[in-house]
């Protein structure tokens, strides 16, 4: 059983200052400006437009928070804020930052969405802003490229000739397991705004002869099957029940006889108490999506099963499911 919280923790976790410190950091682009530099909070605030008084006190806080070192009257980056955070960096992620910055007043109406029951968006920022997604699916890449080998090998797709990666964004997973099993083939359905990033990467990844893109809304738009397998990579959370439902349903119709459905999610266990980091995930996609939840595998499953797949398992707990379509003979 875990220990109780102490008084010290309790604070610790009500405090959201270093947070919105960075966020503001990024926001103002302050790493850089430092970038392979050292520079007083007088000439950066020079540079960036500010106040030299107020941007001092931040970057203070900012080196207490390991992010920016000071001597005598200088500031720098640490090695990580000039890997992660100078905008010119290969393994910049600030656009990710960004993302939250921008979702920063959704959190402060948390009190109000709980009481009422309704989502302060009626359009997730991405379709509000364009921009700021196609930058964000960047980071999101190369953050899932770490992974992505070895999902593509739990997978199991040695058997499959055809995979549609359903909203697959950057074409992260179709890229990994075309790299994994070289007989397949996929196509990458998403979005038009975000398909030219896609096509980079896989142009990038020499593989424009076995992963094509198709653009549309996958809810209402034709998929271009038969599929040997169709792969739901963390897009359920965006939507509610009864279109989750109907585009398992969908996923039915579009595969071929004994083709698999794989859905990849941030699901919660059947307590709703975990994965811990799921649960707060779940808090944020109340405030940010109009009709989004995290689910739980029970949900998932479900859906499968009313569509009619068989075989329905929890691959991963709390993270993947999978079912077979059923024979029509």
């Given amino acids: 059983m875990p220990r109780e919280l102490s008084l010290a923790e309790i604070f610790q976790l009500g405090y959201y200052w270093e947070t919105k410190i960075l966020l503001t950091a990024v926001s103002l682009d302050l790493f850089t400006i430092l970038n392979g530099q050292e520079l007083t ?11 030299p008084e107020r941007l001092e006190v931040c970057m203070n806080a900012l080196v207490a928070m390991r992010l920016l ?7 720098a980056n ?20 960004q993302l939250h910055d921008a979702e920063w007043a959704h959190w402060g109406k948390l009190e109000e969405t709980i009481k009422t029951g309704r989502s302060p968006v009626t359009r997730h920022v991405f379709a509000t802003n364009p921009e700021l997604g196609v930058s964000v699916l960047s980071v999101l890449d190369r953050i899932g490229r770490h992974g992505g080998p070895e999902l593509a090998k739990r997978l199991k797709l040695d058997h499959a000739a055809r995979l549609l990666d359903l909203g697959g964004g950057a074409a992260t997973n179709a890229i990994a397991c075309c790299r994994t099993y070289p007989h397949l083939k996929a196509v990458v359905f998403d979005l038009p705004q975000t398909l ?25 738009d034709a998929w271009g099957g038969p599929y040997d397998a169709v792969l739901m990579s963390d897009i ?7 279109a989750n439902a109907a585009l398992v349903a969908k996923a039915w119709a579009q595969l071929s006889e004994g083709g698999r459905l794989i859905i990849k999610d941030r699901f919660l266990d059947e307590s709703g108490t975990s994965p811990a980091w799921a649960t707060a995930f779940a808090v944020h996609i109340l405030l940010n999506t109009e ?3 995290c689910y739980k595998v029970s949900h998932a499953i479900t859906w499968m099963q009313d569509a009619g797949f068989h075989a329905v398992t929890e691959l991963e707990q709390t993270a993947v499911v999978e079912g077979v379509k059923r024979s029509e003979r």
């Avoid at 640490?78 to 930052?97: D, F, K, N, P, W």
């Avoid at 020499?206 to 809810?219: H, K, M, P, T, Y």
Wanted: overall charge negative; charged content about 20%.
């Fill in 41 to 51: 909070a007088t000439a950066a605030a020079t540079q960036l437009q500010a106040d």
């Fill in 69 to 75: 070192t000071k001597h005598g009257d200088c500031f």
């Fill in 78 to 97: 640490t090695g990580v804020a000039q890997t992660y955070l100078v905008r010119s960096s290969v393994e910049y992620i600030g656009h990710l930052l």
């Fill in 196 to 220: 030219p990033t896609a096509e980079r990467m896989v142009t990038e990844a020499g593989l424009e002869s076995r992963i094509s893109v198709s653009a549309g809304d996958f809810n209402e």
């Fill in 236 to 242: 359920l959370h965006y939507q509610g029940e009864k």
């Fill in 291 to 293: 009709q989004g939840r």
